[in-house]
């Protein structure tokens, strides 16, 4: 039975254009995520200033802040929709449609939540946990996204927004905190250290966002870093210094809210950036099949067919077909294993964060703390900590199942 090698050429760049289109709706559910996410940041934010004033500050915003999230929601609903739960054309679609299902989990939880917090049935601290780990669950998502791409163009701007999300999650948790402090008119030791290890973890996620954003992404961040108000600033360092600071919890959660509300800017920018390179990829590799469409339509058919092994007369021009597609993959293979090694990296430090959270209560920024002073103290890399503590887990796991 005979095939057409450049039949099969041809197969190879249509699967190609297949998967970029699967990443550019990817691409689009991240972005309701992104908004999902940041309106959840400001419930959350919300949320705290009315328990640390005991209810009497903000009550009449909570159904507003919950209708925003809801409206959020069904935008995030509707982009779920649009997927096929068979899995066919989603590449892997175990660990997606499984980070999916507890971000739907993660939302279940809400109305109860609400109705804890009207009722002022549940402390500051614990609300907190909760609408965070809510927000965690959608950024596990947000990577879950980066580690499926196979394009390292869209590998890089997926990274880079996950990176910046991240960060502005940080920023989110650092306004609620010190709201929670001004408001007590207290900031204990505790506090303070988790104020700098939320602004040292910010400073982290900035850094990696800046390795792989593009140039115009970089330049409205350095812009908005450059305008982030001498106030803020001010403020930040009250809150990091003094017991008992005199200043409003509501001025300090208006500056952070200005700061928070410029990364959403940026974040805005990162998804537009996200859309235009799965387009122009999908563009590009679109043009690609037209001519080698073309040109094989100025092969002589007898010319395009081989059996089960390529006989020695295949033209040269058949060849050259094969070859170049061959090569094009080879250095897609080369930069996505240089990325493929940094998110395996990033993914095992992410675990690992979880197991500390999950069994020792450590926030996110405590729990990266942890791993990098038992790095710095073994004189290892962070992943290596975590590879071996998630090594650890799994042995224990088999013991105790």
């Not at 590998?155 to 408001?183: C, D, N, W, Y």
Request: proline share 3%.
């Amino acid at each position: 039975m005979s095939h057409s090698a450049l039949g099969f050429v041809l197969a190879s760049k249509k699967s190609e254009i297949a998967c970029l289109q699967q990443l550019l709706e990817t691409g689009r559910l991240v972005g309701t995520i992104s908004q999902l996410i940041h309106v959840l940041q400001r419930e959350r934010g919300t949320v705290n200033i009315f328990l640390c004033s005991h209810g009497k500050l903000w009550a009449d915003q909570l159904n507003e802040r919950a209708l925003q999230v809801e409206n959020a929601e069904q935008a995030v609903g509707q982009q779920l929709a649009a997927l096929d739960l068979s899995g066919q054309g989603v590449a892997n679609a175990p660990r997606l449609f499984s980070r999916i299902a507890a971000v739907l989990h993660s939302l279940s939880i809400l109305p109860s939540l609400r109705g804890q917090v009207q009722a002022q049935a549940i402390s500051q601290p614990d609300a907190m946990r909760q609408y965070s780990e809510v927000i965690r669950s959608h950024l596990a998502l947000v990577f879950e996204a980066a580690d499926i791409s196979a394009d390292p163009s869209i590998s890089r701007a997926l990274l880079a927004m996950f990176s910046f999300m991240q960060g502005k999650e940080l920023a989110g948790q650092e306004r609620a905190l010190g709201a929670a402090g001004f408001a007590a008119c207290h900031f204990d030791e505790a506090a303070h250290q988790q104020l700098q290890d939320l602004i040292d973890s910010q400073e982290r996620c900035f850094q990696t966002f800046s390795g792989f954003a593009d140039p115009r992404c970089l330049a409205q961040w350095q812009q908005q870093v450059n305008t982030d108000s001498s106030e803020f600033e001010r403020l930040r360092r009250i809150a990091c210094t003094r017991m008992t600071p005199a200043e409003d919890a509501l001025r300090w959660f208006e500056v952070t809210t200005a700061r928070i509300d410029g990364m959403k800017t940026v974040e805005d920018s990162l998804e537009e950036s996200l859309m235009e390179c799965c387009r122009q990829r999908i563009r590009d590799a679109q043009n690609a099949l037209a001519r080698q469409q073309q040109d094989i339509g100025d092969i002589p058919p007898q010319e395009s067919h081989y059996s089960a092994l390529i006989p020695p007369q295949l033209s040269r021009s058949v060849l050259e077909l094969v070859e170049q597609q061959s090569r094009q993959l080879q250095t897609l293979d080369a930069e996505l294993t240089g990325l493929r090694a940094t998110l395996a990296a990033q993914k095992r430090v992410e675990r690992a964060k979880g197991l500390l959270m999950q069994h020792h209560g450590l926030t996110e920024p405590q729990a990266h703390k942890t791993l990098r002073d038992m790095a710095m103290k073994q004189n290892k890399k962070l992943s290596e900590i975590a590879e071996a503590m998630l090594a650890v887990a799994e042995v224990l796991g088999k013991k105790n199942p």
